[in-house]
């Protein structure tokens, strides 16, 4: 009876906690929302040579498209159901990673969300701008889940948010698996690993997606020292305690090595063709969301004469 009893509760409770995780994401698609809401971007534009005209081709309906994009007048000529494609729009799947562990879930006083938090949102809100612009869009780990529409989206954000039990010391690398053709990445995580722990991940992801995101994400004390007096920091991974008996007495060198290890991670990027954007949590996201999207939307090249 015990043991039927323990059989019935681990759903039940599992269920629950699903339910109490999923609550948090509609506050952070409205984050991302409100964080779109204060742009005024151009259009968006695959990195491919062609004609530059905006329409390409017609195609056949697939269920990941939005409605808004079919054309009903090609569609009445026959038995299908047929979408305008664009050149920009071709084939392309961009896959998200927000890195999710203990060191992810840190929130100082200065700061607006976790550092999980920002990076959820910053990707859910580069996903709407991409299905609004007709690029699909999905997880990393599920690459074949992939779509264009609100559904994709919602997946995307169940996926980015939902927190394993207990949560991984960290900290936690992006998977590295094997992704469709013509896919970009973009990656949201603090990376403060080795940068020669950052290398061989990017190094792997990078053979298969040549172009894609970093989103280094930080807490305001992490990136200022903010703290005073003596502290005791202990690491997430459980490790051994570290005590400062004077913090401002080691902020400078702190500092530097700060912007050591940043830059350190935006050579790693840009040597195998990714961008780097730092987003510290004390910042509205807007402004990071700007400079991201001015990489995943370069402006057209002038078509010169041969």
């Not at 039940?12 to 999923?22: C, P, Q, S, Y």
């Not at 026959?78 to 879930?105: C, P």
């Not at 060198?253 to 949590?281: C, D, N, P, W």
């Amino acid at each position: 009876m015990k043991k039927t009893l323990q059989s019935l509760l681990t759903p039940l409770a599992l269920r629950h906690r699903a339910e109490a995780e999923a609550a948090g994401l509609p506050a952070l698609m409205a984050a991302a929302e409100k964080a779109v809401s204060t742009l005024s971007l151009g259009d968006h534009r695959q990195r491919r040579a062609g004609s530059g005209e905006r329409f390409w081709q017609f195609r056949e309906y697939d269920p990941s498209d939005r409605p808004q994009d079919i054309d009903w007048r090609q569609s009445a000529k026959g038995d299908h159901i047929y979408v305008r494609q664009k050149e920009w729009q071709t084939a392309q799947s961009v896959l998200f990673w927000a890195q999710n562990d203990r060191g992810m879930n840190l929130k100082t006083a200065k700061a607006q969300t976790t550092k999980h938090e920002a990076a959820v949102i910053l990707s859910l809100a580069l996903g709407i701008l991409l299905t609004r612009a007709g690029e699909r869009i999905g997880p990393l780990a599920e690459p074949g889940s992939a779509g264009r529409n609100d559904l994709a989206l919602q997946y995307l954000g169940e996926k980015l948010w939902f927190k394993p039990s207990p949560l991984p010391p960290g900290p936690e690398l992006p998977p590295v698996a094997k992704l469709p053709k013509q896919s970009s990445l973009i990656l949201c995580g603090d990376f403060m690993q080795p940068p020669i722990v950052i290398e061989e991940i990017l190094h792997g992801l990078a053979t298969q997606a040549p172009h894609g995101l970093l989103i280094q994400t930080l807490d305001p004390a992490e990136v200022d020292l903010t703290f005073n007096g003596r502290v005791i920091f202990r690491p997430f991974d459980d490790s051994i305690d570290v005590p400062i008996a004077n913090v401002p007495a080691i902020r400078e060198a702190y500092g530097e090595r700060l912007q050591k290890h940043i830059h350190a991670i935006r050579s790693i990027a840009r040597h195998h063709g990714f961008a780097h954007v730092v987003h510290v949590t004390g910042d509205e996201p807007r402004t990071t969301l700007s400079a991201a999207w001015q990489f995943l939307a370069p402006q057209p090249r002038l078509a010169t004469g041969g």
